[in-house]
């Protein structure tokens, strides 16, 4: 199988952008795990969208009812950057009690995948892990 010399060219900046998107995820979850919440916001764009739905045991058949519609139901997430720093400013007074004493946090980031690229835009699917230990009061 020969390979042209676009191809290879190719290819090899889309392995370099997988790497600096595994890399940029990787950061994120580090600053996450050692609680560096500031450095963390200052990382996510101003237009970012952060939505989790609500997942259902469906019937087979019924799989487009698992997760729970954005805009008529409602979500374990969803808020913008403004809301997530607000919850930074609330742990960095030293007074939220949801968090006293603070939690043991690890993520472990998977399965990463560029969808798309769009001039400066990528549209990247992953997944995590977030084990959560937090000691009694």
Known sequence: MAFSLDT??????RLLLEREI????????ELLDERRFSEW??????????HMPIRRNVKFGE??????????EISWFDEGKETLAGRVRQINTGIHW???????????VSNIQVDSVDGDE?????RFYR???QARR
Not at 63 to 72: C, I, T, V
Request: hydrophobic letters at 30%.
């Open 8 to 13: 290879m060219e190719q290819t090899l900046e």
């Open 22 to 29: 595994e890399q940029f995820l990787y950061n994120e979850a």
């Open 41 to 50: 916001i200052d990382l996510i764009a101003d237009d970012m969208h952060y």
């Open 63 to 72: 799989h487009h009812r698992e997760n729970s519609d954005s805009d008529s």
């Open 98 to 108: 949801c968090e006293e004493p603070f939690s043991r946090v690890r993520h472990l």
């Open 122 to 126: 990528v549209r990247v699917r992953s």
């Open 131 to 133: 084990i959560h230990q």
